[in-house]
């Protein structure tokens, strides 16, 4: 049973670039989120996927947009990349949205270099 | 707003001393607590989660959490420490944000914990 993946593993763009994250769940899970961790900091909320629909979302720009497919895999798209959004980009998934007591599973992340 | 703190971002035990990772939180609501391990080049795992059942939570790897209300904590806490949990550890509230009216997921900043032999 295939864990959380992600793709790429690294990646490095330079700034006013666009890029798109991929984020396969755990099998199972119909949820998935995804968190911005900056280098000796925590991950910090995007916004959460659920029945192809966003359903909550962090304090990021409208650069930060997603997509959740059918599948329930889903994609995080950075649009006029900055300096500062230089980071790891973690996709956690679980199963259903329960009140937030649910259990994240988190993938292994991409990192994200912005020249 | 709602917050975490971790009062250290660094700790340093020996093997086989007790391990006390700290951590307070704030919240509006009911809150659910989770500690994640993140070690190196890996991604976040689950150690254990409070969800208003018992106070005392019991988790993988000898790990084991006390929520106290009254404190508004949720200290980590292991009776012996092993090589193998030298990682950085991540304490988690969520619960509902006042400010925003939605529901939010709030990582603290992180505690490295090393473990010299």
């Known amino acids: 049973d295939a864990g959380v993946t992600q793709s790429p593993t690294h990646l490095i763009k330079t700034r006013g670039q666009q890029v798109t994250l991929r984020c396969s769940p755990k099998?199972?899970?119909?949820?998935v989120s995804w968190y911005q961790q900056a280098l000796g900091q925590g991950p910090q909320f995007i916004f959460q996927y659920y029945e192809e629909e966003e359903r909550q979302r962090g304090n990021f720009p409208d650069r930060f947009s997603g997509h959740q497919f059918p599948n329930y895999s889903s994609e995080l798209n950075v649009n006029a990349l900055l300096l500062g959004d230089s980071a790891l980009y973690l996709c956690a998934s679980s199963w259903g949205i329960d009140r937030g007591r649910e259990t994240q599973y988190f993938g292994p992340g991409t990192r994200l270099l912005v020249l | 707003a709602q917050s975490v703190t971790q009062l250290d971002s660094h700790v340093s035990v020996s093997e086989g001393t007790p391990v006390l990772l700290r951590c307070n939180y704030s919240s509006s609501y009911s809150p659910s607590l989770f500690w994640y391990v993140q070690h190196p080049n890996k991604g976040l795992q689950l150690l254990l989660k409070?969800?208003?059942?018992?106070?005392l939570v019991k988790g993988i790897n000898g790990f084991e959490a006390e929520f106290k209300k009254s404190e508004t904590s949720f200290h980590l806490t292991k009776p012996s420490a092993h090589m193998s949990d030298a990682a950085e550890y991540f304490c988690v509230v969520s619960g509902w944000d006042m400010d925003t009216g939605r529901r939010a997921l709030t990582f603290g900043s992180g505690t490295r914990l090393q473990v010299q032999p």
């Open positions: 409070y969800t208003s059942a018992a106070t």
């Open positions: 099998s199972g899970h119909d949820t």
